[in-house]
């Protein structure tokens, strides 16, 4: 049996749904439906519409439409979100991917919505723009996010994936390195080592000139691994090199703090001229004072350079030091050894390298000690 005040606030509800259904019922797909609907809760709680008894004891001061709304807000829910007349599967399995959330979320700390209401007619339609924005650089294909075994078949063959991109990066081949990761990703999408897979295909996108991409990836494996110091490093470069210097800053400086030798983020902020305790070059650094931690910093985002500056090492020997005039002569005879210093040659810090060791014979040697075995790792 209901107390007297719980039948009171339920004839109190029902009145004030018979008066939102009355309202509602013309523009109704099915009015008469709608009608039935009023006579039939009419007669169960015994409410009714024309009496005026019911509506001086019943009526209530607001709608219940308005009543619901502030219930809503209340409890901080979105009645708009997630809410679609004609919900695309594919749509659907993209926005839940962890790429298009951080993609979300980067274009609303850039302001994107800025000025419109979540839920609006404008915000609807910015957020189709966005989306259709997406779908045309990344395509429709989202990498399954299932939780991956911390250990197993899966979880080892995508380390062994992991691994061979990252000998395709030594070797310049980025486009198979970005196969061999995504494959990696795609078995393990959230194990213990996923945050390397991301970031790592991070790197093989900044090889190929792709900053968004790699800013993606980077993000991606932050959010994996907020501690993980390549991560923000990386994310740093990719956000560098999209103009979004603040970004590059902050992110360069979270790296330092988590790693404070990491190369990559002191040459980012040595670029934005941020100079850092950790980053800051010593009076009568070699290289022009740029410092040993900015060649470093470029030999492990260049490969390429790595090698070219392989090729001199071998040529030379492993004693370091410089070659006499034949030696010299010889060397340049090497169609990839001449390739190779011109194309060190027209880079300006390269150009302060050779001045330097030009002034110092045990340059060389301290240059090629830095990826003497083989260069940094993804």
């Not at 390195?177 to 093989?204: D, Q």
């Amino acid at each position: 049996r209901f107390c007297v005040s719980c039948q009171t606030k339920m004839r109190v509800l029902s009145y004030s749904l018979l008066q939102h259904l009355k309202q509602v019922a013309e523009n109704a797909p099915d009015g008469e439906g709608v009608d039935v609907s009023i006579d039939c809760l009419s007669q169960a709680f015994g409410v009714s519409l024309d009496s005026e008894k019911d509506q001086e004891q019943l009526a209530l001061p607001v709608s219940l439409e308005e009543i619901f709304k502030a219930g809503a807000d209340k409890l901080g829910l979105d009645l708009n979100e997630g809410v679609s007349d004609n919900v695309d599967p594919v749509v659907a399995k993209i926005e839940q991917s962890e790429r298009f959330k951080s993609y979300l979320s980067k274009v609303e700390a850039k302001g994107f919505f800025k000025g419109v209401e979540k839920g609006s007619d404008g915000y609807k339609e910015r957020y189709s723009k966005l989306l259709a924005k997406y779908r045309e650089k990344f395509g429709d294909k989202v990498e399954e996010e299932q939780a991956a075994p911390t250990s197993g078949p899966a979880s080892a063959e995508a380390d062994a994936l992991k691994t061979e991109g990252n000998s395709l990066i030594q070797k310049g081949d980025y486009e198979q390195a970005v196969e061999k990761y995504t494959k990696a990703i795609e078995l393990s999408p959230a194990g213990p080592n996923s945050h390397i897979y991301y970031c790592n295909r991070a790197a093989a996108y900044l090889h190929l000139k792709k900053p968004e991409l790699a800013s993606e990836d980077s993000s991606i494996a932050i959010g994996l691994s907020p501690d993980y110091a390549k991560a923000h490093s990386r994310f740093a470069t990719a956000e560098l090199e999209l103009g979004n210097k603040e970004e590059a800053k902050k992110s360069a400086q979270r790296a330092l703090e988590l790693d404070p030798n990491n190369a990559a983020a002191q040459s980012t902020l040595k670029s934005l001229g941020a100079v850092t305790s950790a980053g800051a070059g010593a009076p009568g650094a070699p290289f022009g004072g740029a410092g040993m931690a900015d060649i470093a910093a470029r030999f492990q985002s260049d490969p390429e350079l790595r090698e070219q500056a392989e090729r001199v090492r071998s040529q030379m020997g492993a004693g370091g030091g410089m070659p006499d005039m034949g030696s010299m002569a010889a060397m340049m005879q090497d169609p990839s050894i001449a390739e190779a210093a011109q194309k060190m040659m027209q880079d300006p810090q390269m150009m302060a390298m050779a001045q330097q060791m030009m002034q110092d014979p045990n340059a060389m040697a301290n240059m090629m000690n830095m990826f003497g075995g083989g260069g940094p790792k993804p």
